[in-house]
C-alpha cells in the first residue's frame, strides 16, 4: 500500500553473490499516491544491461489482465560483480510521466536450468543455464494454490491450472495417498518443485474411447518473438511398471516428444521427474499463444490410454538484445468483438512433429464463423494497437490484492456536462433529480447535514417532494469509486425490490455531479451499533433478527433475480438499519453478475474490502456467491464479538477477526469472542449453532461453505433456539425445512414482476415466519 515515486533516473544497488543466480520480483500496485496517478506512469526497469521492462504501465497491465496488482519476476545469471544495480527510468515519450515500485525481492538461487532441446529442430540443445529469463506462468496442475510459504527454499508461488485449460474436457485431478512418501531421485534437487506439486495431478481419465478423440490441452498468452523455456513436471503415484501409460507432448502443435513413460523415467512409483523444453514464438498469426498439449499413444501398446501431467512453468528466453520486456497488454475489447479464432488444429499423430493437437470434431460452418469473428477481432484489435501501446496478452498468472476502480469522471450519456440520459437507464425505473432539487433539499449541501462518508463519498440528510426524508450520496471527485461503480448500482437497485435490499429512489448526474437517492435508514448502519460508537448496545435477538434479515437480502440476490448477483462488499457499514431495525443490504456499485449454468465462476479483478475478502477469490480472482458468504461469515463474528474485522492495535494472533475467531474455534475457547454486553443473555445451544454456521462460512475454499440459503435457516434455527430453548428441536427443524422449501418454491422474478414489491415481502416475510413463530411475528 506504499510505492516510492521516481520523476528521474534512479538506481537502487543491492549487495550479492556474484557467483549466483538471482530472483528479482518486482511489485507493482497501480493506484494514487497523493498527486501522482499511476495512470499515467510509463517506465522501463534495465539490470546489469538487461531490459526487464521498457514502456511499461502497470495500470494498462492490470486493466488488461483484471489483476488487482502486478509481480513481476525474473532470473538473472551470475553478473560476476557484487552490485547488483536495478535502474528505474521513466518514459520519456510521456509528458510527465514517472516511474514506481511498491516491493522488491532479491533471492539468491541454485542454478536450476540445464541444456534443453528445441522443439522443431532436432539434435539442437540450448544452453538455457546461460540466459536471464522472466517467469511467465507457474502452476500446479490438478492441484491448488501453493503460497511462497509453502514451496522450497526459493519462495515462489505455484497457482491453479484450471483457468488455463481447453475445451470443455478437463480431464480429472487426483492426488497421492498421505501414507505414500514424495522421494526426490539423487539428479533432481528438492527445490525444483515443492513435494505438493508432485503430490496433485491431471490426467485425461479412464476410458480410452473418450480420451482417443481430445487433447488434454493447456493455452497461454505469451508475446511474440521471444524463445520460451517449458518446464513440465512429473510424478506418476497410480502407475507401478513400464508401459502402463504412455503418451506424447505437443508444444504450439509441433511434437516436444514422443512416447512419454513417466515410470520409465523414474524407475519408481511416486518419483518425480522434470522435462524441459525450449520453443522459439515467431510473429505471426496466433504467435501471441502457447500451446501445451498431451495426447496418449497405442504406438508401445501400454495398459492404460491416457496421460498425466503435475507441474507446468514457462519461462521467456532474454533475446540476442539482452532484452526480456514485451509490450503492454491492449485491455479486452467489447464482448461482441472478443471471439477470436484458434489455430486450425487437427488430431495428434505420432508421424511427425507437425501434426496438429486434438480439439475435437470441427465442422466447416464453425471454421467458417472463426474466421470471420476473427478477423472483426483482429481488425479491432488492430485500430486498438494505432491509438497506442501495442497489443501483449504476456505476463504471468495474477497475484491479488483489493481495489477500488478509478473511472473517468465523464458523464452518463456522453454529452455535455449539462446533460443526463438517467431516465433511460434501469429500465426507466430510476427517477432522474435535477442538481437544483438536491441542492434544495440538502440546503445547499450543508455540513450539518452529513450522515456518513464512505468510499463513494458523504451522505447526506435530505428532503424532498414536500417532506420526504431521504438519504443522497454524492460522489466524491477524488474518490477511488466512479462512473462504473454509479452505473452499476442505478442499474441494479433500479430493477431490484426486496424488503431486505435499500431502495434507490433515484439519481442525478448533472455538471459532473453523480448522486444518488436511496430511503432514509433512520437507525445507521449495522457497525455503529456493534462499536466505536456511543449509541446504547444491540441485544442478542436483535443482532439475530438484524443478520437474519441481511441473510434474506443476499439469499434473494444469489436466487430471486433472473440471474445470480453478487454483492463482492458484504460488510457491517453496508448493511443498513431503517426505524423499525429492518435490516437493508446496501451498495451495490461492486456487484456483478454471477456465473451461469455452464460455469462455475466469473473471473474479474479482486475488489471488497480488506478483512472481509474471501481468499479464494483473493488468490484466483475466480468470484463465486459462495465469496458473499465469506464475507457474511465476517459479519457473523462481528455481530457476535463487537470488534472490527481488522484491528491492527491487537496483538499479531488477533488482529483479523476471521482468522482470530477460527483459531478460537479450534482451541474451543469461541466464549473469549462473545461481547460482553450480550455474554449473559445467549442460550448456550443458540451460541453453538451460531458460531458453527459462521465458521462454515469461513471455510477456505468455497464448495465447503454452505449456500445463503442454508446460512438463513441456521440463522432463524439459532432464533427458534433462543426464543425457545425448551421446545422440541425436531419440531422445529421440520418447520425450517418445510418453510425454506417453500420461500425457494416462491422466491423468483417472476412471482416478483406479478405481484410487486408488497406483494414479495409478504410472501417472504410470510414464509419465514413460520420458523420462528406458526403464528408470524
Not at 144 to 155: F, K, R, T, V, W
Not at 277 to 292: H, L
Amino acid at each position: 500500500m506504499t510505492a516510492r515515486i521516481f520523476k528521474t533516473q534512479t538506481a537502487y544497488a543491492f549487495l550479492v553473490s556474484p557467483k549466483s543466480r538471482h530472483w528479482i520480483r518486482l511489485h507493482f500496485y497501480p493506484s494514487s499516491y497523493d498527486d501522482f496517478n499511476c495512470s499515467n506512469s510509463f517506465f522501463s526497469v534495465t539490470v546489469a544491461g538487461f531490459t526487464l521492462l521498457n514502456n511499461f504501465s502497470a495500470s494498462i497491465t492490470a486493466q488488461a489482465l483484471t489483476q488487482a496488482y502486478i509481480i513481476r519476476e525474473f532470473t538473472l545469471v551470475p553478473l560476476q560483480t557484487a552490485t547488483l544495480n536495478i535502474t528505474f527510468t521513466p518514459s520519456s515519450a510521456y509528458k510527465d510521466s514517472f516511474a514506481f515500485i511498491n516491493g522488491i525481492e532479491i533471492v539468491s538461487m541454485p542454478e536450476i536450468f540445464q541444456p534443453a532441446p528445441m522443439v522443431g529442430f532436432s539434435n539442437q540443445i540450448i544452453e538455457t543455464q546461460a540466459s536471464s529469463m522472466q517467469t511467465m506462468f507457474r502452476l500446479n496442475v490438478g492441484g491448488q494454490y501453493i503460497p511462497a510459504n509453502n514451496d522450497s527454499i526459493l519462495g515462489r508461488i505455484w497457482y491453479d491450472d484450471a483457468p488455463y485449460l481447453f475445451g470443455a474436457s478437463f480431464g480429472i485431478t487426483s492426488a497421492a495417498n498421505n501414507t505414500l512418501k514424495i522421494p526426490y531421485p539423487s539428479n533432481l534437487p528438492n527445490y525444483i518443485a515443492p513435494v505438493d506439486v508432485y503430490r496433485t495431478a491431471r490426467s485425461m481419465g479412464p476410458n480410452p474411447d473418450v480420451n482417443r478423440n481430445y487433447n488434454l490441452t493447456w493455452i497461454f498468452q505469451i508475446d511474440a518473438n521471444f524463445t520460451y523455456l517449458v518446464r513440465l513436471h512429473f510424478c506418476d503415484f497410480q502407475m507401478k511398471r513400464m508401459n502402463q501409460r504412455v503418451f506424447n507432448i505437443y508444444l504450439n502443435n509441433q511434437t516436444a516428444l514422443e512416447n512419454a513413460d513417466v515410470i520409465a523415467w523414474s524407475a519408481a512409483q511416486g518419483v518425480p521427474a522434470y522435462k524441459d523444453f525450449v520453443i522459439y514464438a515467431t510473429d505471426q498469426p496466433g504467435a501471441n499463444e502457447m500451446w501445451v498439449a498431451l495426447h496418449p499413444t497405442d504406438k508401445t501398446k501400454p495398459e492404460f490410454y491416457d496421460a498425466i501431467l503435475n507441474g507446468l512453468e514457462i519461462f521467456k528466453i532474454n533475446d540476442i538484445r539482452s532484452n526480456l520486456a514485451g509490450p503492454n497488454p491492449v485491455p479486452s475489447p467489447p464482448p461482441a468483438l472478443a471471439t477470436h479464432s484458434l489455430p486450425k488444429q487437427s488430431f495428434a499423430s505420432n508421424k511427425t512433429s507437425k501434426k496438429g493437437i486434438i480439439v475435437g470434431s470441427v465442422v466447416g460452418m464453425a471454421a467458417g464463423l472463426g474466421i470471420v469473428l476473427g478477423l472483426l477481432a483482429l481488425v479491432h484489435r488492430k485500430n486498438m494497437n494505432n491509438g497506442g501501446n501495442k497489443s501483449s496478452t504476456g505476463g504471468w498468472l495474477p497475484i491479488y490484492s483489493s481495489s477500488r476502480t478509478t473511472e473517468s469522471r465523464t458523464n452518463i450519456s456522453g454529452k455535455s456536462s449539462g446533460s443526463s440520459n438517467i431516465s433511460n437507464m434501469g429500465g426507466g425505473l430510476c427517477r432522474h433529480f435535477t442538481l437544483a432539487e438536491i441542492k434544495h433539499g440538502t440546503k445547499n449541501f450543508d455540513e450539518s447535514r452529513v450522515i456518513g462518508v464512505g468510499g463513494f463519498g458523504k451522505v447526506y440528510r435530505g428532503d424532498i417532494d414536500g417532506g420526504t426524508i431521504v438519504a443522497i450520496k454524492r460522489a466524491n471527485p477524488s474518490s477511488d469509486q466512479g462512473l462504473h461503480e454509479f452505473l452499476t448500482e442505478i442499474e441494479l437497485l433500479s430493477k431490484l425490490r426486496h424488503r431486505h435490499l435499500v431502495s434507490l429512489i433515484g439519481a442525478c448526474e448533472e455538471n459532473e455531479e453523480m448522486i444518488l437517492v436511496y430511503d432514509y435508514m433512520a437507525n445507521g448502519t449495522l457497525r455503529e451499533h456493534l462499536y466505536k460508537h456511543n449509541k446504547p448496545p444491540l441485544s442478542w435477538k436483535q443482532r439475530l433478527d438484524i443478520c437474519i434479515g441481511a441473510a434474506r437480502g443476499l439469499h434473494y440476490l444469489h436466487t430471486g433475480a433472473r440471474y445470480i448477483i453478487i454483492h463482492r462488499d458484504v460488510k457491517t457499514t453496508n448493511i443498513l438499519l431503517d426505524d423499525k431495525w429492518v435490516a437493508k443490504v446496501s451498495d451495490f456499485g461492486l456487484s456483478k453478475t454471477g456465473p451461469n449454468l455452464h460455469q462455475t465462476h466469473v473471473s474479474t479483478m479482486v475488489k471488497g474490502s480488506f478483512g472481509y475478502l474471501d481468499p479464494e477469490y483473493f488468490r484466483r480472482q475466480q468470484l463465486t456467491e459462495k465469496s458473499d458468504v465469506y464475507s457474511f461469515g465476517v459479519v457473523l463474528f462481528e455481530v457476535l464479538s463487537g470488534r472490527p474485522a481488522l484491528n491492527p492495535s491487537l496483538p499479531k494472533e488477533q488482529v483479523s477477526l476471521a482468522d482470530w475467531a477460527l483459531q478460537c474455534h479450534r482451541r474451543n475457547t469461541t466464549k473469549e469472542l462473545v461481547d460482553p454486553h450480550v455474554k449473559g443473555e445467549i442460550i448456550q445451544e443458540c451460541l453453538k449453532q451460531f458460531v458453527d454456521t459462521a465458521v462454515s462460512c469461513l471455510s477456505d475454499h468455497g464448495t465447503d461453505r454452505p449456500s445463503m440459503g442454508s446460512v438463513l435457516w441456521n440463522l432463524e434455527y439459532c432464533l427458534q433456539l433462543q426464543s425457545n430453548p425448551d421446545g422440541p428441536k425436531m419440531v422445529a427443524e421440520q418447520k425450517a425445512n418445510d418453510a425454506y422449501a417453500m420461500h425457494t418454491e416462491l422466491l423468483s422474478v417472476a412471482e416478483e414482476d406479478r405481484k410487486g414489491q408488497g406483494s414479495e415481502e409478504h410472501v417472504t416475510e410470510a414464509v419465514f415466519s413460520q420458523i420462528v413463530n406458526p403464528q408470524g411475528r
